[in-house]
C-alpha cells in the first residue's frame, strides 16, 4: 500500500509549489490564528490558486465557530475540512464536506474510541499529547499505542521528519503521513529541500514493500 503525504502549515506560494513539485497528495492551510502557520482567508485564496487537480487542499481548525468555518468555505474551495480540536461529529459533518478529526494521543484507548465517536470521518489523524496545544507540538507519541484495527483510514503526525517517517511507516503502516514542523527551517516557513527529502523516504519505503 502506497502511503499518502500532506504537507501542512503553508504560508508561502513557493512553498505550496515545492510540496506540490515534490510529489504531495495533499496541502494544509492553518486557520487558527494563534498558530504561527495560521493564514487569513486572503492569503488562503493566493495559495489555493498554486494547488493543482489531484492534489488536496486541506483547512485545519480548531475549535472553531460554525460561521467561521462557512466564512472560509465561502472563499476558498477546500477539499477537505481537519478539525484539529474538541469538536464533536455532529459538528465536523454539517459543512457538507468531506472531513477527518485530529486524536490528540495520550493513553491506552484514545484512538479506538475516537474511531467510534468520528464514525463519519474520511479519516483519524492521530497526533502527540499536549495539555496546552492542538498539534503542532513537533513531538511523537508512542506507536504501540496505535492499533491494528482500524475502522477508518489512519493519518499518522506528530514529530515526524525525513530522519524517521520511514521508521514510522514501516512500523504503522499508515494510510497517510501529516508533517509541518519537521520539514520547516522556521515557523510557518517550509525548507524546500527538506520537503522533498521527507517526500522521497516516504516513497522509497513504499517502493521497497
Given amino acids: 500500500m502506497s502511503t499518502r503525504v500532506k504537507i501542512c502549515g503553508l504560508t508561502r506560494v513557493e512553498d505550496v509549489e515545492a510540496a506540490v513539485d515534490?510529489?504531495?497528495?495533499?496541502?494544509?492551510?492553518?486557520?487558527?490564528?494563534?498558530?504561527?502557520r495560521s493564514v487569513?482567508?486572503?492569503?488562503?485564496?493566493?495559495?489555493?490558486?498554486?494547488v493543482p487537480a489531484f492534489v488536496s487542499a486541506v483547512g485545519l481548525f480548531v475549535n472553531p465557530q460554525e460561521k467561521d468555518v462557512c466564512e472560509v468555505l465561502s472563499r476558498v474551495p477546500l477539499d477537505l475540512l481537519q478539525f484539529h480540536g474538541?469538536?464533536?461529529a455532529s459538528f465536523c459533518a454539517q459543512f457538507n464536506r468531506r472531513w477527518i478529526k485530529a486524536k490528540r494521543v495520550r493513553e491506552s484507548g484514545d484512538i479506538e474510541r475516537a474511531f467510534d465517536a468520528y464514525k463519519g470521518a474520511s479519516g483519524l489523524l492521530v497526533d502527540a499529547w499536549d495539555p496546552d496545544r492542538y498539534g503542532g507540538t513537533g513531538q511523537s507519541f508512542n506507536w504501540d499505542l496505535i492499533p491494528e484495527n482500524r475502522?477508518?483510514?489512519?493519518?499518522?503526525?506528530?514529530?515526524?521528519?525525513?530522519?524517521?517517517?520511514?521508521?514510522a511507516v514501516e512500523q504503522v503502516r499508515p494510510w497517510a503521513v501529516d508533517v509541518s514542523g519537521g520539514v520547516e527551517r522556521a515557523k510557518g516557513i517550509k525548507d524546500i529541500e527538506k520537503i522533498s527529502d521527507f517526500i522521497k523516504e516516504v516513497h522509497r519505503v513504499c517502493k521497497t514493500d
Fill in 151 to 167: 475502522p477508518l483510514p489512519l493519518i499518522l503526525a506528530g514529530g515526524l521528519s525525513s530522519d524517521n517517517v520511514s521508521r
Fill in 40 to 50: 487569513t482567508i486572503e492569503q488562503a485564496e493566493a495559495l489555493i490558486e498554486k
Fill in 86 to 88: 474538541d469538536e464533536t
Fill in 22 to 36: 515534490s510529489g504531495a497528495d495533499a496541502v494544509g492551510f492553518v486557520f487558527y490564528e494563534p498558530s504561527p
